[in-house]
């Protein structure tokens, strides 16, 4: 009861700031018709509700005997994600409709800039303070150290699932295909980061490195691995792209579409085939003092063992690498001559080629990069992920969801696919973690991930189709 007293007023104080905020909005011209009707109808329905399973569902309640009130705890959350303070803030960043044009063009094209930056600020800043909430809103809610836990196991995620869509959004971008066959060069990608390592320490598969092997040792094997499969998975793309969907580049868009299906079917074999089909496991290269995995900052090297926070030092060269990738991307596409090509072509093919841009040789370096990346990609998420992370499938399930990435951002655009993989990372993990206690036995909430996923991904394609940060284009008839 106390927590309810705590609850309520903070739960009244975040929605009222949400629906404030839809109320400027309106009144600057901007259609809210369906977050205003979940603001003013829906919201208030679901608090109630609330109020309710709060005072007559007991605390030791299970599934299925808690469905009820865990499902009106899920629903609340989710209409607490879109009626937040957040609208409030955008109320005053974005620009009135009924001011004057001139000075609405200007503030567009200044929003427009940082748009990327605000989105990923604001899912971080509603990631970050709802779990406070929960602390005191649901039953049994989890310690907020296990919260920030998912988050960070969240943003991780999501830095790998960047780097693969990257390879997405570059060829659809130039090309308009999707590459259905780009999971699986993450895949070979892993299997060639996995064989160098195994090799060149003389590790078994989801074994320890010696103690003889030193620290510096261990990263250079680490940077060599990376190179050789960004080296292995640019050429594989490459030969991709000159093979089979060179020669269909005027072919109705069916066809190579169902092409990039076949390759996929083709490059699983492959894996089936130097991998067999029994899952292995990276070695684990930077072991604690038990030498029973990699070591963790907070609890071996900081020493705080009761914290539920988990960052193993791998993290940091998830953090490392993808920094320099992204960063390097996204200098090479503004800053240099061949980016600059690479836009004119996405822009307009035929005018490019009128100005002296190879459409061919644009077209080869784009899929030289995209492998490039998967390939950096696949040795990454296999020394973070270490367990299981060398099979013949892996690139389904992770090209998937990078793929959806790229649409969530905006395909073809590159911002839009590094905001979308952060956006999928952290829903992933936060839709595994038991925050909710859906879970038994018999059924884990990690069975409902995916669904998560699709169903946020299904929620933004029905209200902005082109994605987060995709711009509507408009057909010529």
């Given at each position: 009861?106390?927590n309810?007293?705590?609850?309520?007023?903070?739960?009244?104080?975040?929605?009222?700031?949400?629906?404030?905020?839809?109320?400027?909005?309106?009144?600057?011209?901007?259609?809210?018709?369906?977050?205003?009707?979940?603001?003013?109808?829906?919201?208030?329905?679901?608090?109630?509700?609330?109020v309710?399973?709060?005072?007559?569902?007991?605390?030791?309640?299970?599934?299925?005997?808690?469905?009820?009130?865990?499902?009106?705890?899920?629903?609340?959350?989710?209409?607490?994600?879109?009626?937040?303070?957040?609208?409030?803030?955008?109320?005053?960043?974005?620009?009135d409709?009924?001011?004057?044009?001139?000075?609405?063009?200007e503030?567009?094209?200044?929003?427009?800039?940082?748009?990327?930056?605000?989105?990923?600020?604001g899912?971080?800043?509603?990631?970050?303070?709802?779990p406070?909430?929960?602390?005191?809103?649901?039953?049994?809610?989890?310690?907020?150290?296990?919260?920030?836990?998912?988050?960070?196991?969240?943003?991780?995620?999501?830095?790998?699932?960047?780097?693969?869509?990257?390879?997405?959004?570059?060829?659809?971008?130039?090309?308009?295909?999707?590459?259905?066959?780009?999971?699986?060069?993450?895949?070979?990608?892993?299997?060639?980061?996995?064989?160098?390592?195994?090799?060149?320490?003389?590790?078994?598969?989801?074994?320890?490195?010696?103690?003889?092997?030193?620290?510096?040792?261990?990263?250079?094997?680490?940077?060599?691995?990376i190179?050789?499969?960004?080296?292995?998975?640019?050429?594989?793309?490459?030969?991709?792209?000159?093979?089979?969907?060179?020669?269909?580049?005027?072919?109705?868009?069916?066809a190579?579409?169902?092409?990039a299906?076949?390759?996929?079917?083709i490059?699983?074999?492959?894996?089936?085939?130097?991998?067999?089909?029994?899952?292995?496991g990276?070695?684990?290269?930077?072991?604690?003092?038990?030498?029973?995995?990699?070591?963790?900052?907070?609890?071996?090297?900081?020493?705080n063992?009761?914290?539920?926070?988990?960052?193993?030092?791998?993290?940091?060269?998830?953090?490392?690498?993808?920094?320099i990738?992204?960063?390097?991307?996204?200098?090479?596409?503004?800053?240099?001559?061949?980016g600059?090509?690479?836009?004119?072509?996405?822009?307009?093919?035929?005018?490019?080629?009128?100005?002296?841009?190879?459409?061919?040789?644009?077209?080869?370096?784009?899929?030289?990069?995209?492998?490039?990346?998967?390939g950096?990609?696949g040795?990454?998420?296999?020394?973070?992920?270490?367990?299981?992370?060398?099979?013949?499938?892996?690139?389904?399930?992770?090209?998937?969801?990078?793929?959806?990435?790229?649409?969530?951002?905006?395909?073809?655009?590159?911002?839009?696919?590094?905001?979308?993989?952060?956006?999928?990372?952290?829903?992933?993990?936060?839709?595994?973690?038991?925050?909710f206690?859906?879970?038994?036995?018999?059924?884990?909430?990690?069975?409902?991930?995916?669904?998560?996923?699709?169903?946020?991904?299904?929620?933004?394609?029905?209200?902005?189709?082109?994605?987060?940060?995709?711009?509507?284009?408009?057909?010529?008839?």
């Amino acid at each position: 009861m106390d927590n309810l007293l705590i609850a309520a007023p903070l739960l009244v104080l975040w929605s009222g700031g949400g629906i404030l905020g839809i109320i400027r909005l309106q009144k600057m011209s901007y259609k809210l018709n369906w977050l205003r009707l979940l603001a003013l109808y829906a919201t208030p329905v679901l608090l109630i509700f609330y109020v309710i399973f709060y005072l007559i569902q007991p605390l030791d309640a299970t599934w299925p005997s808690n469905l009820p009130g865990s499902a009106t705890n899920v629903l609340l959350l989710l209409a607490l994600i879109f009626v937040s303070p957040a609208l409030l803030v955008a109320s005053w960043l974005l620009p009135d409709l009924t001011g004057d044009p001139a000075r609405l063009a200007e503030q567009r094209d200044r929003l427009a800039s940082i748009r990327g930056y605000v989105i990923l600020g604001g899912l971080i800043f509603i990631s970050l303070l709802l779990p406070v909430i929960a602390l005191f809103a649901f039953k049994a809610a989890p310690r907020y150290d296990a919260v920030i836990s998912v988050i960070i196991n969240g943003l991780l995620a999501g830095a790998l699932y960047s780097l693969i869509a990257l390879g997405y959004t570059l060829v659809y971008g130039i090309v308009e295909l999707i590459n259905f066959a780009h999971g699986e060069v993450f895949m070979i990608g892993s299997l060639t980061g996995f064989a160098v390592i195994t090799a060149i320490l003389g590790v078994k598969p989801g074994g320890i490195v010696s103690k003889d092997t030193s620290t510096f040792s261990v990263i250079l094997v680490i940077l060599f691995a990376i190179l050789v499969a960004m080296l292995v998975c640019a050429l594989l793309n490459f030969s991709i792209d000159r093979l089979a969907y060179k020669r269909l580049r005027n072919a109705p868009r069916l066809a190579p579409l169902i092409t990039a299906i076949g390759i996929s079917f083709i490059l699983q074999n492959v894996g089936l085939y130097l991998n067999s089909s029994t899952p292995k496991g990276y070695p684990y290269l930077f072991p604690n003092s038990t030498r029973t995995g990699n070591a963790d900052v907070v609890a071996d090297w900081i020493g705080n063992s009761e914290s539920l926070i988990t960052f193993p030092v791998t993290s940091f060269i998830v953090i490392i690498a993808a920094a320099i990738l992204l960063l390097g991307l996204r200098y090479l596409i503004n800053s240099t001559r061949t980016g600059k090509a690479m836009r004119a072509v996405a822009q307009n093919r035929e005018a490019a080629a009128l100005m002296g841009v190879s459409i061919e040789r644009t077209i080869g370096f784009a899929f030289l990069l995209g492998g490039a990346l998967a390939g950096a990609a696949g040795v990454i998420y296999g020394i973070y992920n270490v367990s299981g992370t060398v099979r013949y499938d892996l690139g389904f399930q992770n090209g998937l969801f990078a793929f959806t990435a790229a649409v969530l951002g905006g395909i073809g655009n590159v911002n839009g696919a590094v905001l979308g993989g952060f956006f999928i990372g952290l829903i992933y993990s936060l839709s595994q973690s038991s925050f909710f206690s859906l879970t038994s036995d018999y059924l884990s909430l990690s069975v409902w991930a995916p669904v998560a996923v699709f169903g946020v991904l299904i929620l933004i394609m029905i209200f902005r189709p082109t994605g987060l940060l995709g711009d509507s284009v408009q057909e010529k008839v």
